[in-house]
């Protein structure tokens, strides 16, 4: 569907599950109230393990602490191969729906997210897949003796490593092992055992083995995606950034956000964003239309220079650049901006301000682009440094007036 950003299922053996894949903007990010305060985060994956995906019935809630064990452990084995946000912007949501559970559901969710992504279109560093141990001990094993070394050494004879295990060898073993990577290295992993402790020599052998599997099911999984898709799904948010003065931020946010909020109505956008980097704050703009999305920028622009009706240019460095006289005609000043409520010219070097439609002429002005072009020259009289919003007014009729004897 074209809603769907990124979709697989995974099937292995009988253990399946349904990943999804959604992107969106900073706003989309997972909230998080920490010890340590607000955080958030741009890849998360959350894990759903319904009761009817082991042929039971129950009531379906919040998620219980074993499914945010399992989904943290998905998440963290794929963590390491997702792209810088340099990279890709883009907030990654993966979603694991179990539906039929007799092995590593959580192991099948980071094959089934890896390939979701991949499906979506994500440049992930490299895939990765995850696959669960077991082990089963001799019966006769010596657990009360004293001689620790002689009982490992019978686990290291007699043992046998199980290798995608199922939930029966799961229940009855004595190791649950579960291991993401590749055939370079390990992701993440997470062991669990009934007995008193593994030997080295045992721990290898099944480290081993589990990159064994690993690399049958990558081989299994790139033979059904070799790599992510050359494009984005055409219902991903499309996202622009420009950056801002500080000093226009409340302009462009509004009392109580009001401004905001009606360029995301009036313009059919998804979300806004503002973020303070330092001296300059980046506004983000995402939506699902070019169009609307560039007029946008084009109004934010505008707001930005009506907060700073005049900022002190590129002047010469260290200079300090005096302020306009006022009552003064400023002549061949060249337009630097046009726009439906007027043209921005320069002063100069430095110094620019704009001159509103109603000041223009004489006559009245339906289309000032039909009039002006960036580049052209005009006079213009500095009327007044700051009018009642504090704001440096400038007006050609003015000039016209005085020069001309205009009316």
Do not use: W
């Amino acid at each position: 569907a074209e809603a769907v950003h990124g979709s697989v299922v995974f099937t292995r053996g009988e253990t399946q599950t349904l990943a999804t894949v959604t992107l969106g903007d900073k706003a989309s990010r997972q909230r998080l109230e920490t010890l340590d305060g607000d955080d958030s985060k741009r890849f998360y994956l959350q894990y759903t393990f319904p009761p009817s995906c082991v042929g039971e019935c129950g009531r379906v809630g919040a998620p219980g602490r074993r499914e945010v064990g399992h989904g943290n452990l998905a998440e963290r084995g794929l963590i390491p191969v997702i792209p810088t946000e340099e990279e890709f912007p883009y907030t990654v949501r993966v979603e694991s729906l179990v539906t039929e559970s007799c092995g590593s559901s959580s192991m099948a969710s980071v094959c089934g997210g890896l390939l979701a992504m991949y499906d979506a279109g994500i440049p992930i560093k490299r895939p990765v897949a995850g696959i669960a141990m077991g082990l089963l001990l001799p019966e006769n094993l010596k657990r009360d003796t004293d001689d620790k070394e002689a009982v490992m050494a019978q686990m290291e004879d007699e043992a046998v490593i199980l290798t995608d295990i199922l939930g029966l060898e799961d229940a009855l073993g004595t190791m649950d092992f579960k291991v993401c990577g590749d055939a370079k290295g390990i992701s993440a992993f997470q062991l669990d055992i009934k007995c008193e402790g593994l030997s080295v020599n045992l721990l290898k052998a099944a480290l081993t083995q589990a990159k064994e599997g690993r690399v049958h099911m990558l081989y299994h999984m790139l033979k059904a995606q070799p790599k992510p898709a050359d494009d984005l799904a055409p219902s991903v948010p499309k996202m622009v950034t420009l950056p801002v003065p500080n000093s226009a931020i409340g302009k462009i946010i509004g009392p109580g956000g009001a401004t905001i909020r009606s360029l995301i109505e009036e313009f059919s956008l998804l979300n806004i964003d503002i973020e303070e980097t330092g001296p300059e704050g980046l506004v983000t703009i995402s939506g699902t239309k070019r169009e609307k999305m560039d007029q946008a920028e084009e109004k934010i622009r505008f707001l930005v220079q009506e907060a700073n009706n005049f900022v002190p240019g590129s002047g010469p460095k260290g200079k300090k650049i005096p302020d306009p006289e006022e009552g003064k005609i400023y002549e061949d000043c060249q337009v630097v901006g046009v726009h439906p409520f007027g043209c921005f010219v320069q002063l100069y070097e430095g110094m620019e301000g704009l001159v509103h439609v109603s000041e223009l002429d004489t006559k009245r002005i339906d289309k000032v682009d039909a009039m002006f072009k960036v580049g052209d020259k005009m006079d213009v009289k500095v009327i007044a440094l700051k009018d009642a919003r504090g704001k440096l007014r400038l007006s050609r009729k003015a000039a016209m007036t005085e020069k001309f004897g205009l009316d």
